[in-house]
């Protein structure tokens, strides 16, 4: 089965980029963890002037995927979460029906997250 993971962040209004530059970076990463090949990054912020869900959905489908992943780099179950991306998710649904289109957990409240804000808080003490 050909697969394609969209990672989807928030965005920011910023459109000069480095705001959402970030979530290009870790995108790279997870691509380079997971050795996946079909792998889009999309915002939800529509002034972030970078592509969309729909748009990194259409771009996978044209490469002939069968599954699609929406990867939610989210931290907490806000209205995007949600609301917003499951009605884009449903919408992909009716375009694409042959096509499975599954969306992960948000990272949460999660021990390796907290970790990591130990480390940083360690940093400066």
């Not at 972030?48 to 729909?54: E, P, V």
């Amino acid at each position: 089965m050909k697969k394609a993971v969209v990672m989807l962040g928030h965005g920011s209004r910023a459109v000069v980029g480095e705001a959402n530059d970030i979530i290009i970076e870790i995108a790279q990463q997870v691509k380079d963890v997971l050795q996946q090949d079909i792998f889009e990054v999309a915002y939800m912020n529509p002034k972030s002037g970078r592509q969309n869900l729909g748009e990194a959905i259409d771009k996978v489908m044209a490469q002939g995927v069968e599954k699609i992943i929406i990867a939610p780099l989210f931290i907490t179950n806000g209205m995007h979460i949600r609301y917003d991306i499951p009605e884009e998710i449903e919408e992909a649904k009716k375009k694409y029906p042959n096509v499975e289109i599954v969306f992960a957990r948000i990272i949460g409240a999660d021990p390796v997250l907290a970790k990591l804000m130990a480390d940083r808080v360690t940093e400066v003490l």
